[in-house]
């Protein structure tokens, strides 16, 4: 059986295009000095990704500073203070609502590399799911969580929708904090399904997945079979391995296996991976084995981050 491989989320940016954008900021260079400098980089990636034969290819989403930034674009949201990213060294900017959620103006296709990767029949989109930025965000205008979800569903499907009909990727990819780490509800998977289900109708033939990080509630995780996604990527590398693996028997679905960390600079030994590979898929027996980052790697310097690329590329070679 052949081991497929595929990112998502934030990259890391090099030392000189972080360089470049506290430049751009402070009004030391140029609009189309900083744009030339970003479509260099953007295009690095998407060559380096295509050269380690990955799945599925995307930008690295070298405009986000966090999940949840750009959201704060639409009417309604506000940028707040600054919050840690869970139990990381990282730091977030909690959106504030303040207001009904509604989309005035195309945000999204601001943020994603859409000339390098509309013409990619391998393309990838990342975004955080719907319920994700809700928990993620503090609320101080809707008296009804539904409604909150809906408002910002309505917003977010109108806004990928421009950036689908430009790209046609080939899989959107949620990732979703909230269901790895936190204790959720029935009824809160149910409102994701509708969410993810108008997604589908966008464009039918796209595949959609859902990478869970951080994951520490283990036991509610057979749950997530309910989600009407291809496939779930399970983050293995934050919380009790074996709980995970043991909790997602039986789930119906694609299973994505978050064995690159994240969190770590230290470079993952491709025969330990290989091993626990075939130790986990004794277990889970899987028909496809897919590989990806157990979250962000932006975490990670940039010269880490394409070296645990580069093991992703020495798996997509090996025969399990």
Known sequence: MKITTYLFGIF??????????????????????????????????????????????????????????????????????????????????????????????PVLINYFYVEGLKNNDKSLLTIIDPLSFIKLSENEYYKNEKELFYDLSNALLKDIKIVINEVNPALISLISPYLGYYDFKEEEIELLNEFINKLKEIKKEIKISINLCFIKNFNKLKKLRKLNVDMIGVDLCYGDREEIIKNIQGINKQIALGLIDSNISLIEDVNYLLNEIKRINEILKLNNIIITNSSDLDLLPFNIALEKVKVLRSLNEIQV
């Open 12 to 105: 890391p940016k090099s030392d000189e295009l972080r360089k470049n954008f506290r430049e751009f900021i402070k009004g030391k260079i140029s609009k189309e000095e900083f744009e030339q400098n970003l479509k260099k980089e953007y295009d690095f990636l998407i060559e380096f990704f295509e050269s380690c034969k990955l799945s599925y290819i995307y930008d690295g989403m070298l405009k986000w500073f966090d999940l949840l930034r750009p959201f704060t674009n639409y009417k309604g949201i506000e940028l707040g203070t600054l919050i840690r990213w869970f139990e990381t060294n990282s730091f977030y900017r909690m959106p504030i609502i303040k207001s009904k959620i509604e989309l005035e103006k």
